[in-house]
């Protein structure tokens, strides 16, 4: 594709729901990250994927924050009983390498939890 | 740790002039990466311009240059001829070790007056 795609653009959900957010990187990027932006704020790294393998969740903020990336493409963030604190809009970015390179972002997801 | 400072939540300029932002960094890492990314108000981040830390050159795209100084971990952006498009929030962002996440700071608004 041209670009990083995210979707949905937005979500409210109410606060318990679970959702899914997606994101499709550029075709053939091997380094995948999900970062989390609250308004007014610089984004926050939350998980990196290389590949299909998942190999750093350390900036995940509780157990009800999972993501996947099963055949090293398209990858989803889930958010299991969702919690006002979780409204931010989360950016999804693909690079071509690991290491230094440039990371190409998406739109965004932005998430709002009533 | 990594932290990335930025001290001007907001900054204004003319239109044609010029204006710096200002960051500043904390890294234990040797090996690293500094960044400046754009978001425009849709919130698609844009990479503007990006310094390799053991490079004593500044980097420059155009009418963007940047002044590293490594010593004093700082890393400022200069835009010339300022234009309209222009106008967005700019992100300072380091990364280090093999995975290559990206630190934010908190970002600087800019404003474009015609």
């Known amino acids: 594709g041209a670009g990083v795609s995210q979707s949905p653009r937005y979500k409210v959900a109410k606060r318990g729901q679970d959702v899914a957010l997606r994101c499709d990187p550029i075709s053939g990027h091997v380094s995948l990250f999900w970062y989390q932006q609250a308004l007014g704020q610089g984004p926050e790294f939350l998980t990196y994927f290389q590949n299909e393998a998942q190999l750093d969740k350390s900036g995940l903020p509780s157990d009800r924050f999972f993501a996947e990336r099963p055949e090293g493409s398209v990858s989803t963030l889930k958010i299991q009983r969702t919690q006002q604190e979780d409204s931010a809009v989360y950016l999804c970015?693909?690079?071509?390498?690991?290491?230094?390179?440039?990371?190409?972002f998406g739109p965004g997801t932005r998430l709002t939890v009533l | 740790a990594q932290t990335v400072t930025q001290s001007q939540p907001e900054m204004s300029v003319q239109e044609a002039e010029t204006v710096t932002l200002s960051c500043t960094y904390d890294t234990s890492e040797s090996d690293y990466y500094l960044f400046w990314y754009k978001q425009p108000p849709s919130r698609q981040m844009i990479l503007v311009i990006r310094q390799e830390a053991y490079k004593q050159q500044n980097a420059t795209e155009n009418r963007f240059s940047v002044n590293f100084q490594k010593a004093a971990k700082s890393f400022s952006l200069k835009i010339s001829d300022s234009q309209l498009g222009d106008a967005a929030m700019y992100f300072c962002?380091?990364?280090?070790?093999?995975?290559?996440?990206?630190?934010f700071g908190k970002g600087t608004k800019l404003s474009v007056k015609p």
């Open positions: 962002a380091s990364n280090g070790g093999s995975q290559g996440n990206l630190i």
């Open positions: 970015a693909s690079s071509s390498q690991r290491g230094h390179n440039e990371q190409f």
